[in-house]
Nanobody, 115 residues
C-alpha cells in the first residue's frame, strides 16, 4: 500500500527558494518511480520532475537548472528543491509514485510565488 503526504509549500517572493517533501508511509517506496507534478489555476496538471528507484532524474525544460529532484530511500522521502522561483511556478504541487502495480498520488501542497 502506498500513502503519500506532501509538505513544504507556502508563499514566497520571486527569486526565493522552497523545498517540498513527499513521504510514503507504505513499503514500496524504493521500487517506485517518484515524480512531482503541478497544476496552475485553469491549467492541466503537468510533469515537473521524475526520479527512478535507482536515482536517475529528469526535469521539465521550464524548471531545468532551477529545480532539483532527489530521494532518500532510507526515509521513504522524495524532495523537490526549487530555487529562483517565478510567479509562473505558482500552483498545487503533487507527488506521484508509479510502478507496474500502483499509481498513487498525494493530496497536494500549494506553492504561491508573488512578483
Amino acid at each position: 500500500q502506498v500513502q503519500l503526504v506532501e509538505s513544504g509549500g507556502g508563499l514566497v517572493q520571486a527569486g526565493e527558494s522552497l523545498r517540498l517533501s513527499c513521504t510514503d508511509s507504505g513499503t514500496g517506496f524504493s521500487i517506485s518511480a517518484m515524480s512531482w507534478y503541478r497544476q496552475a489555476p485553469g491549467k492541466q496538471r503537468e510533469l515537473v520532475a521524475t526520479i527512478t528507484g535507482g536515482g536517475t532524474a529528469n526535469s521539465a525544460g521550464s524548471v531545468k537548472g532551477r529545480f532539483t529532484i532527489s530521494r532518500d530511500n532510507s526515509k521513504n522521502t522524495v524532495y523537490l528543491q526549487m530555487n529562483s522561483l517565478k510567479p509562473e511556478d505558482t500552483g498545487v504541487y503533487y507527488c506521484n509514485a508509479l510502478t507496474d502495480f500502483w499509481d498513487a498520488w498525494g493530496q497536494g501542497t500549494q506553492v504561491t510565488v508573488s512578483s
